[in-house]
């Protein structure tokens, strides 16, 4: 399995500002993924990060809103845009080596005001 | 009609019984099951994985797949109160790595 880390482990942020969240996996790895999960609720994807190209967001989610970078196989980038109440959240990222199983990072507690 | 299913519980065991987890999914193409465990304010765990039917053990886990029924369980024999999480099902519908998630079932292990 990976050794995931996840910057910052948590952050309490004002309405309309944004967030940059890293996730560094300490080995190359296929396919790296962000997902949200609300209290009380489970997790939904809201992005493939694809290295070297745009990622590709599941429905609902969208660029402008949560841009997503990966400039190699260890390391991505989400950013949390003009954030609202509503996106008060943890911020997971996973990964997957050649395989199918993903393996969850330690997450970010995001609380918008 | 949700992708995955599960019973939210809660679901309280002794300690030492067997805890029972069920799931059903709605995509009969699916390929890949997972079981992960989510402790209060941490991430999800795998546990294990299962892609034919039949059962896979693995220490005190057990997961079951019935591809025709298109359920997958997870059986904790023994159980303990570590154990007390909530257990989230995964399917994998293709080899593109989308994974669907269950609601999960919150479990308790009554010492």
């Known amino acids: 399995s990976a050794v995931i880390s996840q910057k910052p482990s948590r952050d309490i942020c004002q309405r309309g500002t944004s967030l940059t969240i890293q996730c560094q996996v300490d080995?190359?790895?296929?396919?790296m993924f962000w997902y949200r999960q609300q209290p009380g609720q489970s997790l939904t994807l809201i992005a493939t990060?694809?290295?070297?190209?745009?990622?590709?967001?599941e429905s609902g989610f969208v660029i402008d809103k949560f841009p997503i970078s990966r400039p190699n196989l260890t390391f991505s980038t989400l950013t949390v845009s003009n954030m609202s109440p509503e996106d008060s959240s943890i911020y997971l990222c996973s990964v997957a080596y050649t395989g199918e199983t993903q393996y969850f990072g330690p997450g970010t507690r995001l609380l918008v005001l | 009609q949700k992708e995955v299913e599960q019973n939210s519980g809660p679901l309280s065991v002794p300690e030492g019984a067997i805890a029972s987890l069920n799931c059903t999914y709605s995509d009969r193409g699916s390929q890949s099951f997972f079981w992960y465990r989510q402790y209060s304010g941490k991430s999800p765990e795998l546990i294990m994985s299962i892609y034919s039917n039949g059962d896979k053990e693995d220490g005190r886990f057990t997961a079951q797949l019935n591809k025709a029924s298109q359920y997958v369980s997870l059986l904790i024999r023994d159980s303990q109160p570590s154990d007390s999480a909530t257990y989230l099902c995964?399917?994998?519908?293709?080899?593109?790595?989308?994974?669907?998630f269950g609601t999960g079932t919150s479990l308790t292990v009554i010492p």
């Open positions: 995964a399917v994998n519908r293709n080899a593109g790595n989308q994974f669907y």
């Open positions: 990060a694809n290295q070297g190209s745009e990622a590709t967001y």
């Open positions: 080995s190359q790895v296929t396919m």
